[in-house]
């Protein structure tokens, strides 16, 4: 698994996948609605490989999948979430891979596990269903399932 102190590889893209580092996307869809979409994996894996290998998660700030979302590709370790920007410790719906196990944590290094969602769990809104509590998330962990 690798564990992120240093270097992580952060991308902004589009809706529709195009890649564009660092800015904000319009919605590709009838939504005008501003999103960003921010990508965090292993340096040097193509996006849509990625996205293939069914281990991530798809945090939102928005209940229902709405809002801007922040990917992240396992397998990973985010000891400090800081590190992706504050804004991403506050997640209020949530979509995981197929492959994916998630641990969110609500502190740094790993520490005060708020809770683990499954492979292909989605869920729409957090307040409303009993899966942990997703504010101020400091740290987290995908792993993947074989």
Known sequence: MNTFAGTVMVATVLAAASLVVGS?????????????????????????QAEASGCWVR??????????ELMLVGPLQ??????????????NSAIVGPRARVDVFQARGFAQLAATLRPGQVVEEM?????GRFKDIESVRVSCDP
Do not use: E, I, Y
């Not at 945090?59 to 801007?68: A, I, K, M, P």
């Not at 985010?78 to 997640?91: C, H, N």
């Not at 307040?127 to 899966?131: H, R, S």
């Open 24 to 48: 904000l996307a319009v919605a590709a869809d009838a939504d005008p609605t501003p999103r960003l979409r921010s990508v965090v994996s292993v340096p040097g894996v193509p996006l849509a």
């Open 78 to 91: 985010l000891a400090d979430l800081s590190r992706v920007g504050a804004g991403w410790r506050d997640w």
């Open 59 to 68: 945090f939102h700030d928005g209940v229902r999948h709405l809002g801007d």
């Open 127 to 131: 307040a409303k269903q009993n899966v």
